[in-house]
């Protein structure tokens, strides 16, 4: 029944955790298998990318030559600063985190605001909207690509950052899943706060967003990602080297008819490093203390 | 003489004996301080302006640097903005088109053939005739394959800028350990295909004989259609010529040559490309363009030897294609684009591009430092190869029949469908498509 | 042993508090917060989004010229469209790399609930091995892989012959071609899909395991009547976005299989016809028949997505 689940929830996160871990202690053995298929599978999903460093670390000619050469012998470790050489890699990585934030920032907060409205409030043509808004990622997004230009040139934002950043801003992927995520939350919370008189706005706020990040580290991840690896809205908006992103700058360094494979390797590997490390440090702060906590 | 009463009289000169170019068509009228119409006048050394410049491959840009270094020393007050877009995926391209339709495209930009006439017939960009009429450009400078290239209804189009013909290259440890010959100017295909079969024999299919890039026709069936007398499409652009015996014998030939097991599989080149086989030591004879000669060198050293294509039924042609700058219809600053283009087709210019060795520039008489840059190697066989080679095949919309080679022709060199068969199909197709233009 | 007092829950969570709180709610108003929460969406959606996909539709009954200018044609777009040979082969390649790609999430439920068991240690890093191919760059992956299935050289092959087998050109052949790349997009998919099932997973309170383990249950009991059902939500929205992206399978394909190759009709997707028809065919009024063509699909698909959600999502 319903209350039993409000019981449930009214744990708060402290003891939660404590058992968590009391339980842990207890269980280490008997997760031989899962760690084993853990391993197992990661070292699967990882291999083309152990592939990669090793690439970057050979010459061109071990790269190219076929059979491919797996191990170079030689480290050429001056394939990471050739990279240097061949592209304004910290200017670009600087623009890339720039248009990033602003796309973050922005997908944070209208989906989250969108999402939850279209989780939880009541307002008329809300399926219609809903299904309107997801159609926009149902067509070949290369149809994107000239009428953003002429808004963005309309606007006089070509060759900016916030030229760059704008129609990202607008998700619909992202608000499609903030609604899943306020969707699974329990309504009690809700109704015991409109009956103590909260206005939506203060429930939302206060309320709701909290218990959603989950919902939001996720959409932040993979907004993050997209957006340091988006390619040709970028490509086509910007004309000055001074505002392109990594994702131009790499693709860039490919030649007409002869690749530097190595180097490409080891700027692709160095591109993503960044995201990489934000995504350990923040698992972390991530997965401790939240919970269904809050309810008291 | 000086320059500016030099160019006043050429330029009269032309204008008497009806040559001045109208801009009628495409006029460049936004702000800017440029004569629309008739005769060209170099402007004067002072003229103040920033104008970009589009370019494509990330190798070239130390080279385009320089010859802007040159330029201002000239035109001290005119900024030119290199911008580069990576040409992988036809992402150059796309962004051009996109800004054509935005009327934002860069005041100059590099072209290729394929496209030349796409934008040049659609009015994207300004006829460049009056600066030939001015003198500031002379054809003649050019091969005039390449400038038949960029001249389209009637008017010229884009300043040549670098040139591609395609050579033999090959192996010659492999040939020696296969007891072969190494190949000179008087092969026949004949020959190749002996010759050929000895080596995948020999090294019982390990290493395979001769092959061409299948994945696209520059560097293989283009020439050998050519060689045996046909052609891929009819001078005037308007009708394929595939369905052309001479152009059936062409193809025939590679599918001759996959069958015997003297070049790989289709399937074997399509997942590794010619120029891997031949850098790996796997294929003893490739037919390939010049671009390849410096990186082949890198791999090989002296064991590398280049010689002229072999001979068909009816001659040895290549075809060639070349790189061309031009200069955007809706351009706000003309003539400082047209003093950069005219720059950009001079004698320095090339010698930047000659020493540079990336490419081989287009300027009559300027290559010989690119042809004397590998010691051993007779590089003079692309430059005598470009007076006699074709031009490229193009047409108003290029990249759609190139789609349906690659769609068809795969088939037919594997050996899925008879060569006449697909042939037709094809040139069916491509009439087709030419009929739509 | 009976259903558990966890299980109870679970299952009184699916279908009871939805009803009570629904009638209590209807009693209260929104007001105007619903469309102030959602017009700064739905305002940039309509600018950059909606506005092409308006000008796409009317597009798709013109013939349209390479740098702008379009001349009405009524319907024949569409009825080449219905004409086009490679139209019904593409949407089968799709939707077969679709399918493939689907059964990513059966195996990242598996591993995230492994992960996120209570107790695991190395967390941190199997997410980072699981999330790293999600993270690199697409050009990059593309060659990577691409190297990994040649026939002559690649090391899926070699190991193959290591067993006798003699391994097809994965990428130039027809069938094999497909399954190479389905593979592709589902290994980095993975990452994805991962973070998803795994912020739907910590959702799920600690305490029903807890009763259900003092219950006897065991561990695929709980998971199969605890876990599962009340991760549906989240299962739910990654098929969604799996369906619409494997849809939208282009980049892939044109760097794996390059031009050229044998294999590309058994292989091409709708996207890559699409792209094809815009991009070098100069044929954009067509291409958008073939976008409004595939928004048709998808929408379709989600549609029929959602109405079947009733059945087996259980929102709390």
């Not at chain 1, 990279?83 to 796309?103: D, H, K």
């Not at chain 2, 385009?64 to 990576?86: D, H, S, W």
């Amino acid at each position: 029944m319903s209350e039993n689940l409000t019981t449930v929830a009214v744990v708060t996160g402290d003891s939660t955790r404590q058992r968590e871990v009391t339980r842990g202690r207890g269980r280490t053995q008997s997760n031989w298998g899962a760690h084993t298929v853990l391993l197992i599978g990661g070292i699967v999903m990882v291999s083309p990318l152990i592939y990669q460093v090793v690439m970057s670390l050979s010459t061109s000619q071990q790269v190219e030559s076929a059979p491919p050469t797996f191990w170079p012998g030689v480290f050429q470790w001056h394939n990471y600063t050739d990279v240097f050489a061949q592209m304004p890699f910290g200017q670009e990585l600087w623009i890339t985190v720039a248009i990033t934030g602003v796309r973050l920032v922005g997908q944070l907060l209208l989906c989250s605001i969108a999402g939850y409205a279209f989780a939880r409030m009541r307002f008329s043509a809300k399926g219609i909207i809903l299904g309107i808004i997801l159609s926009i990622i149902m067509v070949p997004a290369q149809i994107y690509l000239i009428p953003q230009y002429q808004i963005i040139q309309g606007l006089g934002w070509l060759n900016t950052v916030i030229g760059i950043a704008a129609p990202g801003v607008f998700s619909a992927f992202g608000t499609f899943l903030m609604r899943q995520f306020f969707m699974g939350l329990p309504q009690e919370l809700e109704d015991a706060a409109r009956i103590d008189g909260a206005s939506s706005f203060r429930i939302f706020w206060n309320i709701m967003l909290p218990l959603a990040s989950n919902g939001l580290w996720a959409l932040g991840i993979i907004t993050v990602l997209w957006s340091w690896n988006d390619l040709m809205w970028p490509l086509i908006v910007t004309s000055s080297a001074g505002t392109a992103p990594l994702s131009v700058g790499l693709a860039n360094l490919q030649g007409v008819h002869t690749n530097n494979y190595p180097v490409l390797m080891a700027a692709s590997l160095m591109a993503m490093l960044p995201i990489l490390i934000l995504f350990v440090v923040l698992q972390k702060r991530v997965v401790a203390g939240i919970g269904r906590s809050g309810l008291k | 003489m000086d320059r500016r009463s030099f160019l006043s009289l050429a330029a009269l000169g032309g204008v008497s004996l009806g040559l001045g170019a109208t801009l009628a068509g495409c006029s460049s009228s936004q702000g800017g301080t440029g004569s629309q119409s008739g005769a060209y006048k170099a402007p004067s050394k002072d003229l103040k302006a920033t104008i970009s410049y589009a370019i494509w491959d990330v190798n070239q840009q130390p080279a385009m640097e320089k010859i802007i270094a040159g330029f201002n020393k000239i035109y001290p007050n005119i900024k030119v903005n290199i911008q580069l877009t990576p040409s992988t995926g036809g992402a150059y391209w796309t962004k051009m088109t996109t800004l054509a339709q935005g009327k934002n495209l860069p005041d100059v930009f590099w072209m290729n053939g394929p496209h030349i006439q796409l934008f040049a017939l659609n009015n994207q960009l300004l006829p460049l005739d009056d600066l030939v009429t001015a003198g500031a450009v002379k054809k003649t400078n050019y091969p005039k394959a390449l400038v038949d290239l960029y001249t389209a209804g009637g008017k010229f189009w884009g300043v040549p800028k670098d040139f591609d013909t395609i050579g033999l290259y090959y192996n010659k440890d492999l040939l020696a350990k296969a007891g072969v010959p190494e190949p000179t100017s008087s092969w026949t295909w004949d020959d190749i295909k002996t010759n050929g079969k000895k080596v995948s024999d020999h090294f019982n299919k390990s290493v395979f004989g001769f092959a061409g890039d299948l994945t696209g026709g520059q560097t293989s069936w283009y020439n050998t259609m050519l060689q045996a007398g046909g052609y891929i499409i009819s001078p005037d652009h308007k009708k394929s010529g595939y369905d052309l015996p001479g152009s059936i014998k062409g193809l025939q030939f590679w599918a001759d040559l996959i069958e015997a097991g003297i070049s790989p599989s289709m399937q074997q080149l399509t997942t590794t490309l010619a120029n891997d086989w031949f850098t790996s030591g796997k294929l003893a004879m490739v037919m390939d363009g010049d671009w390849e000669t410096a990186p082949y060198h890198q791999a090989f050293g002296d064991n590398l030897g280049v010689v002229e294509l072999s001979k068909g039924p009816k001659s040895n042609q290549c075809v060639i294609h070349g790189l061309g700058n031009v200069i955007s219809a809706t351009t706000k600053q003309p003539d400082a684009a047209r003093a950069f283009v005219a720059y950009l087709g001079t004698k320095d210019a090339a010698l930047v591009q000659a020493e540079a060795g990336v490419v081989i520039p287009a300027f009559n008489g300027s290559q010989t430092v690119w042809a004397k840059s590998i010691p051993g190697l007779e590089l003079q066989l692309f430059l005598d190869e470009a007076k006699v080679a074709s031009p490229y095949p193009i047409s108003k919309n290029t990249s759609a029949w190139n789609q349906f080679e690659t769609d068809i022709l795969p088939a037919a060199f594997a050996g899925q469908t008879p060569v006449a068969t697909a042939a037709k199909q094809l040139a069916d197709k491509m009439n087709a498509a030419l009929a739509k233009e | 042993m009976s259903t558990s007092t966890a299980e109870v829950t679970a299952e009184a969570a699916r279908t009871g508090s939805a009803r009570s709180s629904a009638g209590l709610r209807r009693l209260l108003p929104d007001g105007p917060w619903p469309w102030i929460f959602i017009v700064p969406t739905l305002f940039g959606v309509a600018v950059f989004y909606l506005w092409p996909i308006v000008k796409t539709f009317y597009l798709s009954f013109t013939t349209v010229g390479v740098f702008g200018g379009s001349t009405f044609t009524g319907l024949a777009n569409y009825a080449q469209l219905f004409t086009d040979p490679q139209i019904p082969r593409s949407i089968l390649n799709t939707a077969i790399y679709t399918v493939i790609v689907l059964l990513g999430i059966p195996i990242a439920i598996g591993l995230a609930s492994l992960i996120e068991r209570p107790g695991m240690r190395f967390r941190t890093l199997y997410r980072t091995l699981y999330f790293i191919p999600y993270v690199t760059m697409p050009a990059a992956v593309g060659i990577v892989w691409r190297l990994i299935f040649n026939g002559d050289f690649g090391p899926i092959n070699w190991l193959l012959s290591l067993v006798g087998i003699k391994g097809p050109y994965w990428l130039a052949t027809p069938g094999f071609a497909l399954v190479a790349v389905a593979i592709v997009g589902l290994w980095m998919s993975l990452g994805f899909n991962l973070i998803i099932i795994s912020a739907g997973l910590r959702e799920i309170p600690q305490e029903l395991y807890e009763a259900a383990q003092v219950d006897g249950a065991s561990r695929f009991r709980q998971f199969r009547s605890i876990t599962v059902p009340l991760l549906t939500p989240s299962i739910f929205f990654v098929m969604i976005m799996t369906v619409v992206n494997g849809f939208q399978l282009f980049d892939l394909l044109y760097v794996m299989l390059g031009k050229a190759n044998l294999a590309m009709p058994q292989t091409q997707s709708i996207v890559y016809i699409f792209y094809n028809e815009a991009f070098i065919q100069n044929n954009q009024g067509y291409a958008c028949a073939i976008g409004i063509l595939i928004l048709a699909i998808i929408a379709v698909l989600t549609a029929v997505q959602f109405r079947l959600q009733r059945r087996w999502v259980n929102y709390v």
